[in-house]
C-alpha cells in the first residue's frame, strides 16, 4: 500500500521581528508630536534695524521670562526693514492678538536716567506685551521705543490740547502736588493744525483724583518772577528741567466736579499763574458778518459775553466792495472753556455747544467801548426779538447770525442828548443872563451913591461898643450882687433865728438870688442876639 503523501500548509505568522521597526515608528511618531508641540509657532517681526539681535541666541522675553528665541533674520522684499522670524513657546502663541506688541531692548539714556545696562553683558533681548486676545496675526510691527504703557498697566489716559509741544516728550513726567502720577505717551498735531494732541497715562489710583473741573499746566523749565515780596523761582524737578513735565490740581474746592473719564479732553496752560488767572490760548474761529462801516473797531478788540471777555477780533476783511449785504466780515477767536469749563475742547462739541445757544437768539453786535476814543468791540447777548438765524459751520470756522445796527444803543443815547442839547435856546439864555446881570450891577451903583454900606457899618460899630461897655455894666453887677449876698449871709449869722427881722432877711436874701439868675439870663440872651439892642428882638426868636 502506498503512503499518503503528505500535506504542506504555509501558516502566516507575524514574526516578533517585526515588532522593532513598528515600535521605532511609534516611538517617532511620538517624538514628531513632541517636537511639534515644543517647537511652537513661528511669527515675524519687522524692525527697522536687527542692530545686536542674533540668532538662536536672541531672546523673546514676557516679564523676564523666556517665551521665544529669534530663529533667522532676513531683509524685507524693498531692503528697507529687517524680518526678524522668532519661534514663540505653543502656550504663550495662543495668547497672541491684534493688540501684542513687541519692541528691543537696548541701553537708553533718557531723561528718567539710564536704563537697561544690562544688555551690555548678555545682549539685547525681544519683550513682548500680549495684550487684549482678540483676532490671529503672524506678522507684526516692531516698536522703535518701548511704549510707556503696557496692557497690564492699572490707570486711565487723557488727552491735552495745547498751543505748543515745548520741551514736552513722551516719557515727560505728570506731576501732583509734586508727585509723580503719570507720564506722557504720545502727541500729535491735531487734525485742524492749531493745536497739538497730548496724550498722558495717570497711573491708578491717582486716575480717581482727576476731574472734569482740574487744571494742567506746564512745568517745563523754571520760572523767575520778580515782585513786591522779591524775586520768586519755581521749578518741579530736574527731570522737567531737563526734559519737560507738566502738573495738575483740583478747581477750588467749592465747585462740585465728578471724575473725569477716560479720553477726557483737558487744555494744558502755559504756567500756574496763567490757571489762576484765567488765560486761555486755546482759540476756535468764527465769523460776523455786517453791513454798515466798521470804523473804530480794531485787530484785538475784546469780544464779550455778559460783560465776560470770552475771545477777540483777528481779522477784518471786505469780501466784495459790490453794494451787497453784509460784505464785511469780522473774524474772532473764541476761547470755549469761558463759555463752558466743563465743555469737550474738540471743534465737534463746541460747535453744537454755539450752535445750541444761536438757537436760544445768541446774537452778535458791534457796541461802543468808549466814546471819547470811538473804539469798538463785539458783544454777544441773546437777543428778545431775534429774527431767524442760523448757525453755518465750515471747514475752518462757523458763521454766527448778527444784529446789523449802524448804531448801538450807548451811541444812539448820545446822539440823543446832543440833539436835545442842540435845541436848548442858548443864545436866549445868554441875554437874559446879561439883563440880570446889568440889574444887579445898578443895585450895587445905587448902594456905594447913598453910602448905605458905611452907614450900616457905622451901626453895627455902635451896637459893638454899646455890648463892650454892657460888658462893664455887667461885670459890675454881678460885682453888687455878690457882695450884696455875703452881707446878707452875715447879717443871718448875727440874728435870732426865730426873730422878725430874720425872716425878712431871708426873703430879702432870696429876692437877690432870683434877681442875679434872672440878670444872668438877660446877659446870656443879649450876647446871643446882640442887634436886639437896635432891631429888637424878633418873634420866632423869644
Known amino acids: 500500500m502506498k503512503a499518503a503523501s503528505p500535506v504542506i500548509r504555509r501558516v502566516r505568522k507575524l514574526s516578533p521581528v517585526w515588532g522593532i521597526p513598528l515600535l521605532a515608528f511609534v516611538i517617532a511618531v511620538w517624538l514628531g508630536v513632541r517636537a511639534w508641540q515644543e517647537k511652537g509657532k513661528e511669527i515675524v517681526i519687522v524692525f527697522d534695524s536687527a542692530t545686536g539681535i542674533e540668532v538662536n541666541e536672541t531672546e523673546v522675553r514676557l516679564k523676564d521670562v523666556t517665551v521665544g528665541i529669534v530663529t533667522k533674520v532676513r531683509l524685507s522684499d524693498n531692503l528697507s526693514k529687517a524680518n526678524v522670524f522668532v519661534t514663540l513657546d505653543r502656550h504663550v502663541s495662543a495668547h497672541l ?15 528718567a536716567g539710564v536704563s537697561n545696562l544690562g544688555t551690555l553683558i548678555s545682549g539685547v533681548y525681544i519683550v513682548m506685551d500680549p495684550g487684549n486676545k482678540s483676532g490671529t496675526r503672524t506678522a507684526f510691527e516692531g516698536l522703535a521705543e518701548p511704549p510707556p ?117 483737558f487744555y494744558l496752560f502755559d504756567d500756574r499763574d496763567s490757571v489762576l488767572e484765567g488765560r486761555f490760548n486755546l482759540k476756535y474761529f468764527y465769523v460776523l458778518k455786517f453791513s454798515h462801516s466798521v470804523r473804530g473797531l480794531k485787530v484785538g478788540a475784546p469780544v464779550e459775553f455778559r460783560g465776560i471777555k470770552v475771545g477777540e477780533v483777528v481779522d477784518i476783511e471786505v469780501d466784495t466792495v459790490d453794494n451787497i449785504g453784509k460784505n464785511l466780515h469780522v473774524f474772532i477767536a473764541m476761547e470755549p472753556q469761558r463759555l463752558d469749563p466743563e465743555l469737550e475742547l474738540t471743534r465737534e462739541p463746541v460747535d453744537a455747544f454755539i450752535r445750541n445757544m444761536v438757537q436760544q437768539g445768541l446774537r452778535g453786535e458791534m457796541k461802543t467801548d468808549s466814546l471819547l476814543t470811538g473804539n469798538l468791540y463785539i458783544e454777544l447777548y441773546y437777543a428778545e426779538d431775534h429774527s431767524p438765524g442760523e448757525f453755518i459751520a465750515a471747514e475752518n470756522y462757523a458763521e454766527i447770525p448778527t444784529v446789523d445796527k449802524p448804531l448801538d444803543n450807548l451811541t444812539r443815547q448820545f446822539t440823543d442828548v446832543a440833539e436835545k442839547i442842540n435845541a436848548v435856546p442858548i443864545d436866549d439864555i445868554g441875554k437874559d443872563l446879561s439883563n440880570v446881570l446889568a440889574n444887579i450891577n445898578k443895585i450895587v451903583t445905587v448902594w456905594e451913591e447913598q453910602n448905605t454900606a458905611a452907614r450900616v457899618h457905622g451901626a453895627f460899630a455902635n451896637v459893638e461898643k454899646a455890648t463892650a461897655e454892657l460888658d462893664d455894666t455887667v461885670a459890675e453887677a454881678k460885682t453888687t450882687l455878690a457882695q450884696l449876698t455875703v452881707t446878707l449871709k452875715s447879717i443871718d449869722h448875727t440874728v435870732a433865728p426865730d426873730s422878725q427881722l430874720h425872716f425878712e432877711i431871708i426873703e430879702m436874701l432870696d429876692a437877690v438870688t432870683e434877681a442875679s439868675d434872672s440878670f444872668d439870663r438877660f446877659v446870656e440872651e443879649l450876647y446871643r442876639y446882640p442887634s436886639s439892642l437896635v432891631f429888637g428882638l424878633k418873634k420866632d426868636e423869644k
Request: glycine share 10%; no cysteine; net charge negative.
Open 97 to 111: 492678538g491684534e493688540d501684542t506688541r513687541f519692541w528691543l531692548v537696548t541701553p537708553r539714556i533718557s531723561v
Open 149 to 265: 504703557v503696557q496692557s497690564d498697566d492699572k490707570g486711565t489716559q487723557y488727552i491735552l490740547k495745547a498751543e505748543r509741544l515745548g520741551s514736552l516728550d513722551i516719557g515727560s513726567p505728570v506731576y501732583n502736588r509734586q508727585v509723580k502720577v503719570g507720564e506722557v505717551i504720545n502727541y500729535h498735531l491735531a487734525d485742524d493744525g492749531n493745536s497739538v494732541d497730548i496724550r498722558v497715562f495717570i497711573q491708578s489710583p491717582h486716575d480717581q483724583k482727576v476731574y472734569t473741573r482740574s487744571r494742567f499746566w506746564n512745568v517745563s523749565g523754571f520760572n523767575v518772577s520778580v515782585g513786591s515780596e522779591g524775586i520768586k523761582t519755581q521749578i518741579a524737578s530736574l527731570a522737567s528741567l531737563i526734559g519737560g513735565g507738566m502738573a495738575f490740581d483740583n478747581a477750588g474746592s467749592y465747585e462740585v466736579s465728578k471724575q473725569a473719564p477716560s479720553d477726557h479732553t
